[in-house]
């Protein structure tokens, strides 16, 4: 079974949170750090922070919206407890 994963990531430079879904989640923080990602070269190295899984690709992209969001964002801070 293949599983999907939302997650967040944190800057270790700078206070700064990326979130995102994918397949693989060691692979994709790799891909993250190795610059693969432009718009957050600035901001590396990452580490994982936060993460959920999903049974499906579709679950994973709506609750990657859902952290984009305000309401997202608020729930992220009761998660990750500096």
Known sequence: ???FYTYVI???AEDY???GHCHDIEKRL???NAGLTKSIIK???FKI???EKFDNRKSAIERE???KTAAGRK???TKLVP
């Open 30 to 32: 790799k891909q993250h």
């Open 17 to 19: 949170y990326y979130k």
């Open 43 to 45: 901001y590396i190295p």
């Open 10 to 12: 944190k800057s270790l």
């Open 1 to 3: 079974m293949n599983m």
């Open 49 to 51: 922070v936060y993460f």
């Open 65 to 67: 919206k859902y952290f």
């Open 75 to 77: 729930y992220m801070k």
